[in-house]
């Protein structure tokens, strides 16, 4: 959920038409991190048009691995040969992600009964804070508190980032040569991409629904589509149809035969790896898929994803006795369920703005200091 959309340049085979800066990537976050929100709100939109379409705003998060691999695999891939490569790689990272993560565990357990639903010593278990610091909630069995539920799929980038850093250096190091070295990093990401829907489909018994074996179909095409246009010398055009090939591919798949299978999820990472491949293919194009990406709510919402992703279930429930009393004085009905839809948004978008320009931008700042030279 990083907001990093910045590539660095380098001498290498990437292609000269590609910028620096992408913008249509920042509408596809806000567009990912608004189908998250809509999809939390999908029982109050029974009875509406949306309804259906909103219950497949989960997706948003596999849109968020599909980025989160390109762009992170850009990164390391330009500043692999830099020094201080980890230290400004990881230092980047944790001022990306550390200081709303962690602000957020600080305001859940500051009131516990309300925002974890449950007593401070019940949620204060040594394993619990230890997952919590780790990155590891994803791999327990004890089901998330809804406040802290956004956190999993996080983890699970955040174990990406750890692992997947030490591969790419690997990737180029000079003892590793010819073949094994072209194919080292791709093999990794294809076996990724086989493992995973192959261990949902097995399902073991110590296998559960946020376990990071199960969900590395789209980071994994993400940072294939990044090595790929690293590597590949093609032109702008045929990278465009492959993105189009590959997006309506991807989404035929999931609305027919990889509906209800183990598949579904690589259905979908190929359909938004298509789709993040259009819009960089189709970059500061005219067309009114991109110009609708780059400009206007979407790029905003883009802005402040990463906070209105992390907080947006804690205003839900911030404002949940609220809509507990419409509901029983009122009997509000598909209007007043709007009307709470709406205040949801709204209230979301309100901190997370305020987050981001109040405090995280403000940390961000502090990147200048891990720059690659």
């Not at 789209?218 to 990278?239: E, K, T």
Request: positive net charge.
């Amino acid at each position: 959920m990083s907001n990093s959309i910045q590539i660095p340049s380098r001498t290498s085979q990437r292609p000269q038409w590609l910028p620096a800066y992408i913008p249509e990537l920042q509408g596809l976050r806000g567009l990912a991190v608004l189908a998250v929100v809509v999809y939390h709100c999908h029982t109050r939109l029974e009875g509406t048009w949306i309804h259906y379409a909103s219950l497949w705003g989960w997706a948003g998060v596999n849109l968020f691995f599909v980025l989160s691999g390109f762009l992170i695999t850009s990164i390391l891939i330009e500043s692999r040969d830099k020094p201080h490569y980890f230290r400004n790689f990881y230092a980047r990272r944790a001022l990306r992600i550390w200081p709303v993560y962690f602000l957020l565990l600080a305001v859940c357990y500051a009131v516990p009964e309300w925002f974890l639903g449950d007593t401070l010593a019940h949620q204060s278990h040594w394993k619990t804070l230890v997952a919590y610091v780790l990155f590891l909630q994803n791999l327990r069995h004890t089901p998330l508190p809804g406040t802290l539920g956004p956190t999993w799929s996080l983890a699970i980038e955040e174990q990406y980032y750890f692992v997947w850093a030490p591969l790419v250096l690997l990737g180029s190091a000079r003892f590793v040569k010819g073949r094994l070295q072209r194919w080292l990093l791709p093999g990794i990401l294809l076996a990724m991409l086989a493992v995973s829907p192959l261990v949902r489909y097995l399902h073991p018994h110590w296998l559960n629904g946020t376990h990071t074996a199960i969900h590395l179909d789209g980071i994994a095409l993400g940072s294939l589509l990044a090595l790929g246009l690293d590597r590949l010398n093609l032109s702008r055009r045929v990278w465009l149809w492959i993105g189009l090939t590959a997006a309506v591919a991807g989404f035929w798949a999931t609305a027919t035969i990889a509906g209800g299978t183990s598949f579904l999820d690589s259905a979908l990472a190929l359909a938004f790896a298509g789709v993040v491949l259009a819009a960089i293919a189709g970059t500061g194009s005219r067309n009114p898929f991109a110009v609708v990406l780059r400009r206007g709510p979407l790029a905003f919402y883009g802005q402040i994803s990463y906070g209105m992703y992390m907080t947006h279930i804690l205003v839900f429930v911030y404002f949940g006795n609220f809509d507990a009393r419409l509901d029983d004085k009122y009997h509000i009905g598909i209007a007043g369920n709007l009307a709470i839809v709406a205040l949801r948004l709204v209230a979301s978008t309100a901190v997370a703005t305020a987050l981001w320009y109040g405090f995280e931008s403000q940390i961000l700042k502090l990147k200048r200091y891990f720059k690659s030279t």
